[in-house]
């Protein structure tokens, strides 16, 4: 079946730039996805990108895909501590359900 | 836009009680709404799809039984825990996509325990 895999652990000091990967098996997906997720919260959307796109930006946020590696990363410029979260990678082949990476942790320090 | 509800965020029953969790779009209408739950330390996992008007389609190991869902409007679905054990306490989160070109938006979770 379809697997979207990513690192799970990520340490960077505020101010510098936090790059996060993942890579997919499943060669049809149509979007793929970085969502956020605080403590105790849901996820929240950060941005997507269709396959189609080989870069997408958006303020601190860049995203690339490399198609034929199936390799996707989220870049975060000017880390700072609130961007102390859970990130998760997911892809979808339109509308249809989400596969999800187990997440990556992203711990910024002071 | 594409704003989802859901309500509680977090909920104490007694073991051998139902729970009901409600999911609700708020600014547009969802014909498929998605079930997830949350293990520690894990990615979420698909519970279930709940269509509107129509039976939910499970994921394979999920019981029907335990996890009643209902989708009754299109912009409410409901995920009912019945006879609710100790192991069921998880976080669980519904999500809804307002169109096909845009990412699925997640309620904030409700946080279940079971004692």
Not at chain 1, 62 to 71: A, E, G, I, R, Y
Not at chain 2, 45 to 60: H, I, R
Request: charged share 20%; with cysteine; glycine share 6%.
């Amino acid at each position: 079946g379809e697997d979207v895999e990513q690192s799970l652990f990520l340490s960077v000091r505020e101010g510098d730039s936090s790059v996060i990967n993942c890579t997919y098996t499943d060669s049809s997906s149509t979007y793929l996805y970085w969502y956020k997720q605080e403590p105790g919260a849901g996820l929240q959307l950060l941005t997507y990108i269709f396959s189609n796109m080989d870069m997408k930006q958006d303020q601190r946020l860049t995203v690339l895909l490399n198609k034929k590696d199936k390799h996707l990363s989220l870049r975060i410029a000017d880390t700072q501590t609130g961007d102390s979260a859970i990130y998760f990678c997911a892809e979808s082949k339109g509308y249809s359900t989400l596969t999800f990476g187990k997440g990556t942790m992203l711990l910024v320090s002071p | 836009g594409a704003v989802v509800s859901q309500h509680p965020s977090w909920v104490i029953c007694k073991s051998g009680t139902s729970v009901k969790i409600e999911c609700r779009s708020l600014d547009f209408q969802a014909t498929t709404m998605f079930w997830y739950r949350q293990f520690p330390k894990q990615s979420l996992m698909l519970m279930a799809t709940s269509n509107e008007g129509s039976k939910a389609t499970y994921e394979q190991g999920v019981e029907k039984d335990k996890f009643l869902i209902n989708h009754a409007s299109l912009t409410l679905s409901t995920l009912t825990v019945t006879s609710a054990h100790p192991e069921d306490s998880s976080f669980y989160i519904c999500s809804a996509q307002l169109r096909q070109d845009y990412g699925y938006t997640f309620g904030s979770g409700t946080r279940l325990t079971v004692v």
